[in-house]
């Protein structure tokens, strides 16, 4: 038993370290019961280290009691920090490369430094229980200083006549696959009235493929490389100032509702807010490594989490706040729903008689199970027509369910007086998703249009109704928009303000659409009108491969143009390409200059992780090319 406890003190200090190095990665992250967090996550780590003493005393039978709970814990302490490492560090590396490889030769030196450690502290009785001790309130002291703030200033009345501002975001919703979009199966009626009433934009882009960092620029009207958050364990900074705070300044009341665990109070996106829900708040036991080894093992196995996400539990909670609110001043509401995302399990299927069965569509295709290098250097195999349809009419079952519900949003907040005729309805959307167009599933692993073009409609007294925008526009822009309609100060961001487009007044000159895919192996974009350039990284190589499109001929993206010095035989063996011909070889040449000069404003804007310095060659190149006046 005595030998059981010491493993048990022993995996309750990895899991402090393991934590302290979470909060040294990203010192923003905040929990919602910090207390129950810090014992669920102990008594896992306490737990699996018994496990592997127990394993450790079958192993080595002739090994002493200390040496076996010791062993036990190095073997903890090694897969954590493996995976640490692997997944935090230098992900999108291969095992067997030599950074890879060198990264584990030092974890196996850590690992026997933390045994030899263990193994000769302190007396014969199972170490000092003093150093133990100290380690383990040392880290409980600094995860139970991580709570959420919840207390927002006092802000001075608003001024009369600011209209009431509601936004929807459809989580994982692609532009094309509505109907006002111009796709042929009725997926949208009640969107499709909205858009008949409103302005919508026709090429609204997302500037990240996945939630997190999408969403985050959105509220705060930077690209990810500036507010940091885009990877699973990182949060929105306190220093960025949100669409929520800038609203509550100006006497708004404001309530955030959000059915993705990844906008959550615990991430940062609650600022701002009166009012903040979220349906699956992130614990510490979910964002810490052991969370990690979790996810790995269910998508090994292919089985999610069975959590209902559906439109009806959020709507549930929107309504008794937005019945509670002050009639007498401005209201913002943002609320996200989850639907069309990954597992396609519509409550309720609208659209097909003949519903299919998702797990045996699942079942019927290997190609969900993998992630290979982004196209177009991954080689893998269509799907047949019979998974792809079958994923197709789920997945537009859940945007017709999910049309449904938001049609009893806009009754609830027609009948709450949010929604007048001097009100503003701004609907859109996070990612897209895609179905193997660029031999992939999902979202998060590329920048093309299936995942990145998104829906963008806006309605409101300034809003010419019936209005198509064709010009390129970005989720960034909602924020200095928002701040207009609110007579704010638009906080330093990189956005541009639709106003001008809302009223059908075209833009001086042609906006740039830049995008960022930051979790390796990262990818870049940047599009101006009907031109696109997206430069991926090729880890083979080791370097970034530019991939030049033009849009007139080849809207979906499907042969790139690159330089002929590209076209290596290895390329060649793999992939369809074109070299690039002579017209649009300054083309390709200014649009990479754009996408360095985005990415190098983006790092400059970086308040929480590094400061950029700006040489004066750069700040004159960046004034060249229009991003500083």
Not at 213 to 225: D, E, I, N, R
Not at 245 to 257: D, I, S
Not at 383 to 391: D, L, R, T
Not at 511 to 526: A, D
Request: hydrophobic content about 40%; proline content about 6%.
């Amino acid at each position: 038993m005595r030998t059981l406890s010491y493993a048990f003190l022993l995996g309750v200090i990895l899991a402090g370290l393991d934590t302290a190095a979470l909060f040294l990665y990203d010192g923003n992250i905040r929990f919602l019961d910090p207390f129950h967090e810090m014992l669920a996550l102990y008594w896992r780590h306490g737990v699996a280290a018994m496990v592997l003493t127990l394993a450790v005393r079958f192993l080595r039978p002739q090994w002493s009691g200390k040496a076996w709970a010791v062993g036990g814990s190095t073997l903890l302490f090694f897969t954590l920090s493996f995976l640490w490492v692997h997944s935090r560090l230098i992900t999108g590396v291969r095992l067997w490369e030599p950074v890879s490889l060198l990264a584990s030769v030092g974890l196996l030196i850590a690992a026997w430094g933390w045994f030899r450690l263990w193994t000769r502290l302190g007396s014969a009785h199972f170490g000092n229980p003093f150093a133990l001790f100290f380690c383990l309130a040392f880290f409980s002291t600094w995860i139970l200083q991580r709570e959420v703030e919840t207390n927002l200033p006092e802000v001075p009345v608003a001024q009369q006549g600011l209209p009431d501002i509601t936004v929807v975001v459809f989580d994982t919703l692609r532009a094309d696959r509505l109907s006002c979009y111009g796709y042929e199966r009725p997926t949208s009626p009640n969107i499709d009235k909205i858009a008949e009433e409103s302005v919508r934009f026709d090429q609204a882009f997302a500037v990240a493929p996945w939630t997190r960092p999408s969403v985050a620029s959105l509220f705060t009207g930077l690209h990810p490389t500036s507010h940091g958050a885009f990877e699973p364990t990182r949060s929105l900074p306190t220093w960025a100032t949100t669409i929520a705070e800038v609203l509550h300044a100006q006497g708004y009341q404001t309530g955030g509702f959000s059915a993705n665990a990844n906008i959550s109070a615990v991430f940062g996106f609650a600022q701002g807010f009166d009012y903040f829900w979220c349906l699956d708040d992130k614990e510490l036991v979910d964002i810490s490594t052991w969370g990690e080894i979790t996810f790995r093992l269910r998508r090994l196995a292919l089985a999610m989490y069975e959590t209902a996400d559906d439109a009806r539990l959020v709507n549930a909670q929107v309504l008794p706040w937005i019945q509670s609110v002050d009639k007498d001043r401005p209201t913002y509401t943002y609320v996200q729903y989850l639907d069309p995302h990954f597992p396609y399990n519509p409550p309720v299927d609208y659209l097909n008689e003949d519903k299919p069965s998702y797990d045996a569509l699942l079942a019927a295709t290997d190609n969900v199970k993998i992630r290979p290098e982004p196209f177009p250097f991954g080689d893998r195999p269509p799907p047949s027509a019979e998974v792809s349809e079958g994923f197709a009419k789920l997945y537009d079952a859940e945007i017709r369910f999910l049309d449904h519900e938001f049609q009893n949003l806009l009754d609830q907040l027609e009948v709450q007086g949010l929604l007048d005729e001097n009100d503003w309805l701004i609907l859109t959307s996070d990612h897209g998703e895609e179905f193997f167009e660029h031999e992939q599933w999902g979202h998060g692993q590329n920048l093309y249009d299936e995942v990145i073009r998104i829906p963008l409609i806006i309605k409101g007294p300034d809003a010419r109704q019936g209005l198509t925008v064709h010009s390129p526009v970005s989720l960034v822009d909602l924020l200095p928009t928002l701040c207009g309609i609110a007579g704010a100060a638009t906080p330093d961001c990189v956005g541009q303000p639709l106003q001008n487009l809302l009223l059908d007044r075209p833009d001086a000159r042609p906006r740039r659409i830049y995008s960022e895919k930051l979790r390796k192996p990262q990818q870049y974009s940047m599009q101006v009108e009907q031109q696109k350039l997206t430069e991926v990284f090729e880890s083979s190589e080791g370097q970034f491969f530019p991939l030049f499109y033009d849009l007139t001929t080849d809207s979906a993206q499907q042969i790139p143009f690159v330089a002929p010095h590209q076209l290596t035989a290895d390329v060649l063996s793999t992939v369809s390409l074109q070299v690039i011909p002579g017209e649009f070889v300054e083309a390709m040449k200014n649009l990479r200059d754009l996408l360095q000069a985005s990415r190098l404003m983006a790092e400059s804007k970086n308040q929480g992780v590094t400061d950029t310095e700006l040489s004066a060659d750069q700040l004159a190149r960046l004034t060249e090319l229009g991003y500083i006046q």
